[in-house]
């Protein structure tokens, strides 16, 4: 799976400007949370609970926009894109960051929060 540069990823960010993250129960890594839609984002945010402030939004295709935010988070033990994350299912799609730019994407399952 690859994404169009046309497409733009919404990101979320808490009231201090930071990109919200999401850590799996039990996971030393975390991945930065992306949306393909501003709905997407925002269903999110109202299943979880998520207090996000904003959303923001980077397309594929700025390869310099990709990279600062990659580099931004890399020194917060953040290892990947979460695109999509389905708060109540778990279901994703996990993009891998390659350097400073976006890698593989392959579909993730991670434990919903109400499971045992």
Known sequence: ?????????HFLL???GALIVFQEKNASWV??????TE??????CRVSNLDAAE???????????I??????VKHR??????????YKTGACTQI??????LGIAAPRQLTPPNSH
């Open 77 to 86: 033990a953040v290892r990947n894109l979460l695109l999509d994350l389905d």
């Open 1 to 9: 799976m690859s994404l169009s540069p046309a497409v733009e990823i």
């Open 67 to 72: 990279a600062a935010l990659i580099k931004s």
């Open 39 to 44: 709905e997407n984002a925002r269903e999110f």
């Open 96 to 101: 891998e960051f390659d350097g400073d730019a």
């Open 55 to 65: 959303i923001a939004s980077i397309s594929v295709g700025d390869r310099e926009a």
């Open 31 to 36: 991945g930065v949370l992306g949306f393909t």
């Open 14 to 16: 808490d009231s201090s």
